[in-house]
């Protein structure tokens, strides 16, 4: 009776881990399936942001891109280490409220995450439609 009582905490527990979101997060792009960017999820408060860690740059773009379509106080600033999730609040297992960024076109979506099957779920909303990305866990 015991053992059983064991190993189901522990897998309530194990459960409940997978759904944390922090961490670093390897974006891919929709279009060509190449990496794009790390970005690193982490809680302040009871709200959880994300900002941009690593990038990767094709030969073409600018080595130190700056989010110059951004209209919000990221106008101008430097795409490396912006904040681009913002006042996301966990919901069960998911997490919204908050919004993203995208510094390519300098849009700000409201938001939805979650995880399935290992992955991070990032959907951008903009009234009824929606766009969702797969990011994979970055190896450290």
Partial sequence: ?????????????????????????????DNTGNKRSVVEIYKKGDKYFGKVSDMYLEPHEPKDPICDLCFDDRKDQKT????????????GDEYSGGDILDPENGKVYRCKLWIEEGKLMVRGYVAFFFRTQVWVKASE
């Fill in 1 to 29: 009776m015991n053992k059983i009582l064991i190993l189901a905490c522990i897998l309530i527990a194990q459960n409940a881990l997978a759904q944390d979101i922090t961490g670093k997060w390897t974006t891919i792009d």
């Fill in 80 to 91: 490396m280490g912006m904040e681009i999730i913002r006042n996301m609040e966990k919901d």
